[in-house]
């Protein structure tokens, strides 16, 4: 009997935001997504993830699956060394190298460890070292991946997301694994296409469904139905990164070089052309202020975001800026706190009357007053996901109090930082976004699939914290600030 092919699945998945002081260690990941061995398979399955997506067609093959582990954290600082090289342990520690006919794996593309250079690249180094045959190599990665031409160059293909919000895991999980397969079959491998543009683009400009990027991936779309070209990838990049690989990726394959290196060159063009759209637009908080002292004439639900504390960019969501305005123009509404002193502390009552905000950070010690009834009390609270993001991922919020103001403002206090990726996470706590005049959400972009179809009014606010709108508040110190757009203007 033939014996049938066997892949070898893991992955790694941390988008770091270098201007944190929060590190990140091995707890951060288990807390997230830690699946071992078995366990990978089975909270994968079914579900709109690249591994999901891996698992539907190396089943439908008939392939044998060696699953290793899928490691997550939600964004934060620079990951340790030690926490990085036990994940690429156990990831190894899995590996049977005598049986194995290919490599998927599901990486973010903008991970940063300390004391080791480009990780994703030493990660997939390692395997290499360890196989015994030249066998082929694909991995996915996200929208926001800062990807490295040393990481291009050690993989057969990489496959990144065509959608932000995103909502397109599975369906590229799937494309990764079919490439595979492909590779496999016919012992060929594509020709190749790589280049960075010097432009940086905040995460609010990146959406797939509006202006430029819609265009720019329309573009990408139909070049992809071309003759001879396989798959075309535009990673935006993740800003909030003091690295070398920062800037607009376009990686490409097929079996041309001559068109693909045509098409992947218009695309550039039509980047470049479009640059000074990737502006983004915002208020000060000043401005708010003054927009809110109308609040009866906006039309509702208003959505107020709030980028520069985005939980998905790496910020802690925690930031009481726009907080403190809706409390002192006592307006009713819903935002979420993060407050890791639910960890500890445990609430008995039905009031609340005490401090949010976090002190976690010296020079963030700023703390506001909150007073309401304790309408929702729950330790290791969680939910899964029914929207379109990650829909089907289990969401552990930790211990939740939800306070009920006086003049109706929800505040969600979770002991876990949490990403609006749906409506759920308000909607578990009897909190219906439709009937609700404001909600606070932090975050770049991610909340449009949330909350996107039934906002009336959407105020993009900067407020003072490290996923700010305006990069020239940060120090690059890794790149040349007068080569890169917006810094050079
Ligand atoms: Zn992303």
């Known amino acids: 009997m033939i014996k049938s092919k066997s892949i070898f699945i893991g992955g790694i998945w941390h988008e770091t935001n270098t201007f944190s002081t929060k590190k990140t260690y091995i707890k951060d990941f288990k807390s997230y997504q830690w699946h071992e061995g078995q366990n990978m398979i089975k909270k994968n399955l079914?579900?709109?993830?690249?591994?999901?997506?891996?698992?539907?067609i190396f089943n439908q093959k008939g392939f044998r699956i060696q699953p290793s582990l899928f490691a997550a954290a939600v964004p934060s600082g620079i990951v340790t060394k030690k926490t990085f090289l036990k994940i690429v342990q156990i990831i190894l520690s899995n590996l049977d190298k005598d049986d194995i006919d290919g490599v998927a794996l599901a990486l973010?593309?903008?991970l940063v460890v300390e004391g080791i250079d480009l990780p994703e690249h030493f990660l997939i180094k390692t395997i290499k070292n360890k196989l015994k045959k030249n066998i082929p190599i694909v991995a996915t990665f996200d929208l926001h991946a800062n990807l490295s031409l040393e990481l291009f160059e050690i993989c057969d293909m990489l496959i990144g997301y065509d959608t932000f919000p995103h909502i397109d895991m599975g369906e590229r999980g799937k494309e990764a694994a079919m490439f595979l397969c492909k590779m496999i079959e016919t012992e060929k491998k594509p020709k190749k296409y790589f280049k960075k543009i010097p432009i940086i683009t905040v995460p609010q400009m990146q959406s797939t469904?509006?202006?430029p990027m819609k265009e720019?991936?329309?573009t990408v779309f139909n070049s992809e139905q071309k003759k001879d070209i396989e798959l075309i990838s535009i990673s935006p990049g993740f800003p909030y990164s003091d690295i070398k690989d920062l800037g607009i990726t376009i990686t490409?394959?097929?079996?041309?070089?001559?068109t693909l290196n045509q098409e992947c060159d218009n695309l550039i063009d039509q980047i470049y052309k479009n640059k000074n759209n990737f502006s983004p637009q915002f208020l000060t908080i000043n401005e708010l202020d003054k927009k809110l002292s109308n609040f009866k004439k906006i039309k509702k639900p208003i959505v107020i975001a709030d980028p520069s504390d985005n939980v998905g960019g790496g910020a802690l969501g925690n930031n009481i800026e726009i907080l403190e305005i809706l409390i002192k123009k006592k307006l009713p509404g819903t935002i979420v706190i993060w407050s890791p002193f639910l960890k500890e502390k445990k609430y008995k009552d039905k009031y609340f009357n005490g401090y949010v905000g976090s002190n976690l950070i010296k020079d963030n010690n700023k703390l506001i007053k909150i007073k309401g009834d304790i309408i929702f009390n729950k330790s290791n609270f969680s939910y899964f996901r029914d929207g379109l993001y990650m829909t089907g991922q289990q969401v552990k919020m930790g211990n939740v109090l939800v306070v009920k103001t006086k003049f109706n403002l929800k505040i969600i206090l979770t002991e876990n930082r949490v990403m609006p990726f749906d409506d759920k996470h308000i909607k578990v706590f009897g909190i219906n976004p439709k009937k609700e005049d404001l909600i606070v959400t932090?975050?770049?972009s991610a909340w449009k699939i949330a909350f996107g179809k039934i906002a009336k009014t959407i105020f993009n606010v900067?407020?003072?914290d490290i996923c700010s709108s305006n990069l020239k508040r940060f120090n690059f110190t890794k790149i040349d600030n007068k080569r890169y757009w917006p810094l050079n203007e």
Do not use: Q, R, V
């Open 108 to 110: 973010h593309g903008a």
């Open 462 to 464: 900067d407020t003072d």
């Open 209 to 211: 469904n509006e202006f």
């Open 442 to 444: 932090k975050s770049g």
């Open 252 to 258: 490409g394959y097929g079996l041309n070089s001559k």
């Open 216 to 218: 720019i991936m329309e």
């Open 46 to 56: 079914k579900t709109n993830t690249e591994i999901g997506g891996f698992l539907d």
